[in-house]
């Protein structure tokens, strides 16, 4: 069935931008919606957004403004833009779809 990969993340100072990639398999990117999800430690991932095969979006209220759901047909990949970083915006970022998870990447915002 294949996997989802994650990349991206990393340290990045307040009010920059960063860009997250998830590869997903064919069957899947061309199928099912793709999530992103944030983990923060001791709590369980939230959701922050989704992007259908058909392009449809949709951000929690928390995010919109901020994050950007694109995707790439050529590479399977859907990607999560971040625009304005702030501290709170750090978390483990997670990409889920179907019975899929990625594999998580952090994200640190610091000076």
């Known amino acids: 069935q294949g996997q989802l990969v994650q990349s991206g993340g990393g340290l990045v100072q307040p009010g920059g931008s960063l860009r997250l990639s998830c590869t997903a398999p064919v069957f899947i990117f061309e199928t099912y919606i793709i999530e992103w999800y944030r983990q923060d430690p001791g709590r369980s991932r939230a959701w922050i957004g989704g992007?259908?095969?058909?392009?449809?979006?949709r951000y929690a209220d928390s995010v919109k403004g901020r994050f950007a759901l694109s995707r790439d047909s050529v590479k399977n990949t859907v990607y999560l833009q971040i625009d304005s970083l702030r501290p709170d915006d750090e978390s483990v970022y997670y990409c889920h779809a179907h019975n899929l998870w990625g594999q998580g990447t952090q994200v640190t915002v610091s000076s």
């Open positions: 992007i259908t095969p058909d392009d449809d979006k």
